[in-house]
């Protein structure tokens, strides 16, 4: 198994870190330009996914184990609904961005981004653990 | 489009579903073109990650487990009426869109209930310049919240239907492990050895 695809083995070992960083450049450039939470989110898990299929799933549960992902899952959630609490708690209403900071503009761009990371981190943590989930049933090979 | 209908007859008739499930990648691809030029960037982005990406591998994970092979079921009668009912609704859906407004046309309702609000306004009240996110995130940002929540309930759904056989698995290896580790208690030399 380590010695067959050498060649896809190599390139994608060059690939995945662009990738992981084009995932984080679409998370944080979503503001400018196409892209966003669920986009990023998907390339990033992506990534780990392209890693799991070349070097084994159970290489890449090592990386990120499953219970790293399930918690990321819930605090991707999380994050997403407590921004909105935060607006609550600051006297607005829920998932208000304006009160987050002096600035109105500046409480919605907090708060976009904040929402956004939600999404991103839910978002690559369902892939990968679905993914994880799918792959692992064959368990034979 | 001319592509996505061939790919579309071709999923329909070829029985190995391995091949079918790649000409659905490509199907999604060529959609995923098909939004870039209708200008809907964010939308092709999406569609080439998750249908052409994503989905293609997990259509594959789900093969591995399964088999390759589509059953043959159903008699000829069968197919025909499916191919009946399908032929009736395609042609009552595109019946329907006669009554859309032609593509770009400026005097359609959707250029017309908040679109313009939110073109002229958004950068003012948000200060983001894509226009997509700002929407997206903001003002409908409990849309978004409800998306969110249908992707945790998916992974969740996931888990509790396939996560359960691999607990099961896993303890099942546990419990070898402690059975070898409980042998190699037992011959301690063999530990030295290796």
């Avoid at chain 1, 190599?10 to 330009?33: C, E, N, R, T």
């Avoid at chain 2, 992974?155 to 190699?184: C, H, S």
Wanted: proline share 4%; hydrophobic share 50%.
């Amino acid at each position: 198994m380590m010695h067959r695809k050498v060649v896809l083995r190599v390139v994608s070992k060059f690939l995945i870190p662009p990738i992981l960083l084009f995932a984080l450049y679409v998370q944080f450039h979503g503001d400018f330009g196409p892209g966003g939470g669920f986009q990023a989110g998907v390339i990033f898990g992506a990534a780990f996914i392209l890693y799991a299929i070349l070097f084994g799933v159970e290489t890449a549960k090592k990386v990120l184990p499953p219970w790293v992902t399930r918690l990321l899952l819930v605090v991707g959630v999380l994050t997403y609904g407590l921004c909105g609490v935060a607006g609550l708690l600051l006297g607005g209403n829920y998932l208000d961005y304006n009160v987050l900071a002096h600035d109105p503009l500046h409480g919605q761009h907090y708060g976009i981004l904040i929402v956004e990371a939600g999404v991103g981190i839910t978002v690559a943590a369902a892939m990968i653990t679905i993914f994880n989930v799918f792959a692992g049933q064959t368990g034979e090979d | 489009m001319l592509i996505m209908g061939v790919m579309a007859i071709a999923i329909a008739r070829i029985r190995d579903l391995f091949a079918v499930s790649m000409l659905s990648g490509i199907f999604s691809l060529t959609a995923a073109a098909a939004y870039v030029v209708l200008d809907a960037v964010d939308v092709a982005f999406t569609e080439a990650a998750v249908g052409a990406g994503i989905s293609t591998v997990l259509m594959l994970g789900t093969l591995a487990l399964t088999t390759r092979q589509e059953k043959v079921t159903g008699g000829k009668s069968k197919g025909t009426a499916a191919f009946f009912v399908v032929a009736v609704t395609g042609a009552v859906l595109i019946y329907g869109t006669f009554d859309m407004p032609r593509y770009g046309d400026p005097i359609a309702p959707i250029h017309h209930h908040v679109a313009p609000r939110y073109l002229e306004k958004s950068f003012g009240e948000v200060g983001m310049p894509n226009v997509v996110t700002s929407v997206l995130a903001s003002y409908r940002s409990f849309d978004t919240l409800g998306e969110v929540f249908v992707i945790f309930t998916a992974a969740t759904g996931v888990l509790a239907i396939l996560g359960r056989v691999g607990r099961r698995r896993r303890e099942d290896e546990e419990a070898d492990e402690t059975k070898t580790a409980r042998t190699e208690d037992a011959s301690p030399d063999k530990e030295t050895a290796s």
